[in-house]
């Protein structure tokens, strides 16, 4: 890797080192810091402007208690009987505790009758303050610093992290005793607004370093946006929508007076579809304006009135960022099966919150705040426990694809893999609906045979030119190892539920109640871990302490 070992690399050490720069991985490193042990955190971009949640405003999943049982309820049904009912309470009640904390921090929550509503935030706001935040408690930023690779020690612990400085064309290495993989999903660089940071480097990390996926076939969510400015994916102003074919024939498109999700794809197949927000009322339009600004902010700049023109519209791919599937957690600390390593946000798997529907919006903010804390303290306390020699072990870094090509001890080779095409390759397989969205057996074996020959190519020798070279080699390898497991995982689960489609099994199977958990590098692997809980019936309350479940 660049410069390895040379005097130009930044050395540091911390307690507890946190990966990432979206709301979940500034709640981890906050956490964290409030049990006394140094913190640093490293992003991809700026923490504060970089990732989903700072691209615009976004719903909290944080009802009043009163209202608790209700929330929850829906939550839990709309899992499926794959959400955890136990962790779905957790959630709800650490969001709403934890809200008040942001208030105090300096955000501006608006007000009713005298009282915050604390059920929205405004990201770019949200962010400044909770960076803000993380300054004056200590924790130290690197900004502009990715993340590329683990350390792990020699008794399998996670012993710290490597990565590239762009601004200081370096590499960078910190040395911890518990590391937080909160850096998001994967949107396998759709474009999707804010989403372009998030390319599953936290997934192949995790998994080099010995740790596991789970619900991976749930990394498909596609969302509705302009398609003259397919990037800003936010759905709500399409509740009032229009839809029509080239001839202007209405499609209808809605089910007792909410949009059916499964219209626009079945839809998009057939030929292009057109929207005119023209159910608007006058008091939505006000709404849509304001509240979802970023989303009329298209039309505004394009000269085009909504509510009275038709126009274009596509579906994105959010994949992994707006559905469910990440890294494995196997406790309530958010733990994984790498001793100190801890996954929150959208890195981790959210099934336990949503089975394999997307948690999007309100459920996933209120993911990133819970999860969040609970990795940080979790990471502290583990940190604690190793004493004060904890950054003295030796420790080997665990990157090969992107950064070290295997092959190079036996046939050196100045040759390097093309990154850029790497992704188109990737994207081909992953952007057509009829591919990810309509999912068959036979697509699936087609688009994982290319994928095999893209994850070839990528243990070849990387471009390590630049700091740049190196970062977009690695993220190549990432999406392409994100893509195998999905498809892999969308393979073995032979049912439709939720996100999940699969034409050549259009109905859920009761018996197939079980997560699945993958991973593997060269070979790869899935197992059903069956759900030994009974199916509940909300708002009845659970009691046990962990997710149960067995494994096949």
């Known amino acids: 890797m660049l410069t390895t070992h040379s005097e130009n690399e930044l050395q540091l050490t911390a307690d507890v080192l946190v990966i990432g720069g979206g709301p979940a991985a500034a709640w981890a ?15 991809k971009g700026f ?6 949640a700072a691209a615009s405003g976004n719903g909290i999943m944080a009802p009043s208690p009163e209202n608790w049982d209700k929330v929850v309820s829906e939550r839990y049904r709309s899992g499926k009987n794959l959400a955890n009912l136990r962790w779905i309470e ?13 208030e105090d921090w300096g955000y501006r929550f608006p007000k009713e009758n005298g009282e915050s509503v604390r059920q929205s935030y405004y990201g770019p706001e949200y962010m400044r303050v909770l960076r803000k935040n993380l300054l004056r408690v200590g924790v130290e930023i690197l900004d502009q610093s990715p993340a590329l690779e683990l350390l792990l020690a020699g008794d399998g612990s996670v012993a710290g992290a490597r990565g590239v400085q762009r601004q200081h064309h370096r590499t960078y290495l910190v040395r911890a005793g518990a590391v937080v993989l909160a850096n998001g999903g994967c949107a396998f ?68 007076g909410r949009r059916d999700p499964s219209f626009l794809p079945n839809a998009l197949l057939k030929g292009p579809v057109y929207a005119r927000l023209d159910r608007a009322t006058p008091e939505v339009k006000a709404v849509i304006e304001k509240s979802h600004f970023i989303s009329y902010l298209p039309y505004k700049k394009a000269g085009i009135d909504p509510y009275t023109e038709r126009v274009p519209v596509t579906l994105v791919l959010e994949g992994t960022v707006r559905g469910t599937g990440g890294i494995r957690l196997t406790d309530d600390s958010c733990g994984t099966k790498v001793p100190g390593l801890y996954a929150a946000g959208d890195a981790a798997s959210r099934e ?104 070839e190519q990528v243990q070849a020798n990387p ?24 498809y892999f995982s969308a393979l073995h689960r032979t049912e439709t539920r ?9 109905e859920t199977d009761p018996n197939q109640r079980y997560y699945q958990a993958t991973g593997g590098l060269e070979r790869l692997w899935v197992r059903r871990d069956w759900i030994a809980d009974e199916i509940a019936t909300p708002p009845v309350l659970t009691t046990q302490t962990t997710p149960s479940v067995s494994k096949l």
């Open 29 to 43: 490193a906050w956490a964290a810091a409030s049990q006394g042990v140094k913190v640093i955190i490293v992003d």
């Open 47 to 52: 923490l504060g402007t970089s990732g989903a």
């Open 90 to 102: 957790r959630v709800v009640e650490k969001t709403w505790l934890s809200l008040p904390l942001v």
């Open 189 to 256: 660089l759709s474009k999707a607004l804010g989403c372009n940071t998030n390319t599953g480097d936290g997934l192949l990390m995790a998994v080099e370093a010995g740790g596991e996926l789970s619900s991976m076939e749930a990394s498909n969510h596609y969302a509705i946006s302009t398609a003259f400015n397919a990037t800003v994916t936010r759905g709500v102003p399409f509740g009032w929508a229009s839809f029509s074919d080239e001839a202007g024939n209405d499609l209808g498109g809605y089910i007792n």
């Open 352 to 455: 336990f919150l949503a089975g394999l529907a997307s948690g999007g919006g309100g459920p996933n903010a209120a993911w990133a705040i819970s999860t969040g804390q609970w990795a940080g303290v979790g990471a502290a306390v583990f940190a604690k426990s190793l004493g004060a020699h904890v950054n003295e072990r030796v420790a080997r870094p665990t990157g090969q694809a992107g950064l070290r090509s295997p092959q190079a001890d036996k046939t050196p080779s100045s040759a390097s893999f093309d990154s850029e095409a790497i992704v188109r390759g990737i994207q081909n397989e992953m952007f057509p609906l009829e591919k990810n969205h309509f999912r068959s057996e036979q697509q699936l074996l087609d688009s994982l045979s290319k994928l095999e020959k893209l994850w």
């Open 463 to 486: 471009k390590q030119d630049t700091v740049r070279d190196v970062e977009f080699s690695r993220r190549a390898a990432a999406l392409t190892a994100v893509a195998r497991w999905g």
């Open 498 to 506: 939720s996100e999940h489609i699969r034409v050549d099994y259009p």
